[in-house]
C-alpha cells in the first residue's frame, strides 16, 4: 500500500483566498483524521471521521475550516478565506479500526497564507 | 482539552547511549502511540500499547504502558545518528468522551 497520500506537499496562498488540503486514506481503513502542526501549538486534532462520517469536529478552530469525506477514499480539509495564522502543516491521518487505534500519517501539507 | 506531558523537552546524547523519555497524564488513556517525526515528514508509528503493563519492543525499541494507565515510556538501546529526530507520545481517551491526542514532544540529537 503507498500509504495515506496528501495534496499538494506545499501550497502558498494569499490571505483571503480559498484552499483546499486533499487526502486519499490507506484503503481499508475506517478512520480518517485532520491535524494541525506549528510550533507553538504542536499536533493538533481538528477533525476524524468513521466511515465517511464526521465524528467530532470540536477541534475546528473556526467557520472558515470545513472538512468533508464524500467516500471512503477521499477527504478535503478546506480553509475559506484563509489567514496568516492559518500557516502550519496540515497531517492526514488513517486508522483501521478504534479498538486497535494506530494512525498512519501522511506527509503533510505546508500551507503558508502570506 | 486532555493534556499529555513530555519529559524530558529535549536531549543530547553520545552515539551508542540507551535513551529513555516518558508521557505523562492526570487522566487514564486505553491506548498509548509512540512517533517519530524527522523534518519535513509525518510521524511515523513505533509502537502502539494497548494494555496495562504491557511492554513491547520493536527492534531497539522498547516501550512500555504504564500499570496505572496513566503514563509511558519509551526506551531507544544503542543510540545511532539516525534516531535523531523527534519523538511524540500519544493517547486515545475517545472511550471517555474525549479524543486522541498528541504529546508536545521530546527533540533527541545524536552526537557521534
Known amino acids: 500500500d503507498a500509504g495515506v497520500i496528501q495534496s499538494p506537499r506545499h501550497e502558498v496562498t494569499e490571505m483571503g483566498q480559498e484552499v483546499t488540503l486533499r487526502c486519499k486514506p490507506i484503503s481499508g481503513h475506517d478512520y480518517l483524521f485532520w491535524y494541525r502542526q506549528t510550533m507553538m501549538r504542536g499536533l493538533e486534532l481538528l477533525i476524524y471521521f468513521n466511515n465517511n462520517v464526521p465524528i467530532d469536529d470540536s477541534g475546528m478552530p473556526e467557520d472558515r475550516f470545513s472538512a468533508k469525506m464524500p467516500n471512503a477514499s477521499f477527504s478535503t480539509l478546506k480553509i475559506q478565506p484563509s489567514e496568516p495564522r492559518d500557516s502550519a502543516v496540515y497531517f492526514c491521518?488513517?486508522?483501521?479500526?478504534?479498538?486497535?487505534?494506530?494512525?498512519?500519517f501522511g506527509q503533510g501539507t505546508r500551507l503558508t497564507v502570506v | 482539552g486532555q493534556q499529555l506531558n513530555q519529559s524530558p523537552q529535549s536531549m543530547f546524547i553520545q552515539e551508542g547511549e540507551d535513551v529513555s523519555m516518558n508521557c505523562t497524564s492526570s487522566?487514564?488513556?486505553?491506548?498509548w502511540l509512540w512517533y517519530k517525526q524527522d523534518p519535513g515528514e509525518g510521524p511515523v508509528l513505533l509502537i502502539a500499547l494497548y494494555k496495562a503493563g504491557e511492554l513491547t519492543s520493536n527492534g531497539r525499541l522498547t516501550a512500555q504502558f504504564g500499570i496505572t494507565r496513566k503514563d509511558s515510556f519509551l526506551n531507544i538501546s544503542a543510540s545511532i545518528p539516525s534516531d535523531v529526530g523527534i519523538y511524540f507520545c500519544a493517547g486515545d481517551r475517545v472511550l471517555y468522551g474525549q479524543n486522541f491526542v498528541f504529546g508536545p514532544g521530546t527533540r533527541l540529537s545524536v552526537l557521534p
Open positions: 491521518a488513517s486508522s483501521p479500526t478504534r479498538t486497535a487505534l494506530r494512525a498512519f
Open positions: 487522566s487514564i488513556f486505553n491506548t
